[in-house]
């Protein structure tokens, strides 16, 4: 959940560095910095729009997949790309043991 710092207004998500979180979902937090950063400043004339309650209310340009600094969708990170591939191989080694619950020996962490 992101908090407003009450001395600047600047908003900060606790953990901006998982790498689960889709890139736009980190650029629009950057960039909604950086502008509250210009108005702190005072080299902005109108007050940026900022979230008032969640990250969740600038969804409209993360959550389908943007992604400002590239052609890639967004949610193609490379921690998705581990994951689609774990899931692959589990779902091989399902197929090998002629056995689908196999499949769910991933979620074990001790296999």
Known sequence: MPELDPSKSR??????????????LNQTTQRLGAQQDAWD?????????????SMLETAKSWYTG?????????????FYQRMYEQNSMWQEKAKAAERPSVFYDWLDPQK
């Open 41 to 53: 400043q005072g080299n902005l004339r109108l007050r940026p729009w900022m979230p008032q309650e």
């Open 66 to 78: 943007a992604n400002t600094e590239g052609i890639d969708n967004g949610w193609n990170t490379d």
């Open 11 to 24: 908003l900060t998500l606790p953990r901006s560095d998982v790498e689960a979180a889709p890139r736009g």
